[in-house]
């Protein structure tokens, strides 16, 4: 997966750039969705309905501080020059706020605001971080092989996923019914399945692994030199970001490009919120099933992610990321077509057997099937997106534009979900509110084909 670098920065410098997407992942893929998160809904807060709105209130919260501040960061950054600084300081962050979940001990006062305000805290300095490592990528590789350095960071962003999912999973994680990890083993280091220390532990673990996986990047990777002392970087950023927002109009098609991205992406967000309780309600899923299933998506992400990013190099980001937003589409139609007795939405097949083996029947298969699709197409989608914003911006403001990027999809992250929750309640029908999800998709699909994408930014050597 290696991103050779003939010019711009060394291998080493590039490695330790891919590496970052490993080192932040597992705070998105431990503490945001697989093993905190359903911690904290389920033993930590009071019961499930309420857990479920204040996990989600602080995500909401979290999203809206990185809309806000994201596009003034960026500006900020490219008026001073360098990024590291940044990166280290929001790094340090997300690293203080994952040793903070640690504290989050059902039953005690007051753990449930500090792992609120911990998990919010530690996703703003995840993503603020990740805003300045997006704005580098044009001066670490050439302008040709930004495709295969965007695609390999996503793959190698999934496969550290994986490998932290599968670690606390298995080593450590474990019900406190049984005692057992998924590999059926006691937790390591002590850890007491009654107080859910090995679920706690995600957060810390998490902070450890973005402590070691990022050291490669500060020791490697080359940053631009400082241009401005912070007060002046500060004064000259917003200053342009000023003049930058009031002449979106003479940069239409990155407008026209970050508008598209905020529809589809909402429909991402949507997908992966719902794609878990859709199988949980159709095929009667639970945590195990769904969990491996997430591993699966991480696996056909990882795979998607890699050839993508060669595909981009060859025909170009746009048209990678519009294939994959109709495929995304296709196999989203899939997923809604399977049910407990039916596939394709007419063919019917016996019910899933109570205790049987553990996706055994036709419509687990067919929906593991559509899932690793999803998975595939997901993966070249978001890093073409993100070489798409290369090929569009402005080099000299790479940071803010970036920003904005940040903005665009967070901005509007919560209007999915509540039109997925919206649609389901008007229809009375679990099927019917996940379909909305396609219209998220549809439009991004027909707005992405109306950006004009100069010949000469596919072409520059």
């Known amino acids: 997966m290696a991103v050779e670098a003939d010019a711009g920065a060394s291998r080493a410098g590039v490695f330790g750039w891919l590496l970052f997407d490993a080192a932040v992942q597992p705070w998105f893929t431990l503490v945001t969705t697989f093993v905190y998160g359903p911690f904290f ?85 995840a993503e603020f971080a990740t805003v300045f490592t997006n704005a580098m990528m044009p001066d670490l590789v050439p302008p040709a092989r930004l495709g295969r350095l965007s695609g390999a960071g996503w793959a190698i962003g999934n496969v550290g996923g994986l490998v932290s999912l ?18 059926g083993l006691t937790p390591i280091l002590g850890l007491d399945p ?30 631009k030199p400082k241009a401005r002392p912070l007060k002046a970087a500060i004064a000259h950023g917003l200053g342009d970001l000023v003049a930058t927002v009031r002449a979106l109009g003479d940069h239409r098609t990155v407008f026209l490009f970050l508008v598209a991205r905020m529809a589809y992406t909402d429909g991402l967000v949507a997908l992966f919120a719902f794609g878990g309780i859709y199988a949980a309600g159709a095929l009667g899923w639970r945590t195990m099933e769904i969990g491996l299933f ?72 067919a929906y593991l099937a559509f899932g690793g699709v999803i998975g595939f197409v997901v993966g070249p989608l978001q890093a073409s997106s993100r070489t798409l914003l290369v090929r569009l911006a402005p080099a000299d403001r790479m940071a803010q534009f970036f920003g904005l990027y940040a903005f665009s999809g967070k901005m509007t ?23 909305a999800i396609l219209v998220f998709f549809a439009v991004g699909a027909v707005l992405l084909a109306r950006v004009r994408v100069a010949r000469t930014a596919l072409l520059q050597k």
């Open 166 to 183: 599968v670690l606390v999973l298995g080593l450590m994680a474990a019900g406190p019914e049984t005692g057992r990890t998924l590999f």
């Open 41 to 125: 809904v389920s033993a930590l807060a009071a019961d499930a309905v309420s857990g479920q709105s204040l996990w989600g209130l602080a995500t909401g919260l979290a999203g809206a501080v990185i809309a806000a501040f994201s596009p003034i960061l960026g500006a900020v950054s490219d008026a001073g020059g360098r990024r590291k600084p940044w990166v280290a300081a929001f790094a340090a962050l997300t690293m203080l706020a994952g040793a903070a979940l640690w504290w989050g001990e059902p039953g005690v006062p007051g753990a449930v605001p500090l792992a609120l305000l911990a998990f919010a805290l530690g996703t703003i300095g």
């Open 413 to 435: 992250s919560f209007f999915g979900p509540l039109t997925v929750g919206a649609v389901t309640a008007l229809s009375g029908d679990q099927r019917i509110g996940i379909a």
């Open 294 to 365: 997430g591993i699966w998506l991480t696996i056909t992400g990882t795979a998607g992610a890699w050839l993508g990013g060669r595909l981009d190099d060859r025909l170009g980001p746009k048209r990678v990321a519009t294939l994959a937003l109709w495929v995304l589409m296709a196999a989203s139609l899939g997923i809604l077509s399977v049910d407990a007795g039916h596939i394709l939405f007419v063919v019917a097949v016996p019910a899933i057997e109570a205790g049987g083996a553990l996706f055994a029947s036709p419509q687990e298969v």
């Open 194 to 223: 009654l107080l859910r220390e090995g679920d706690r532990f995600s957060g810390p673990f998490s902070a450890l692994w973005l402590f070691v996986l990022v050291l490669p990047f500060f020791l490697f990777t080359p940053d």
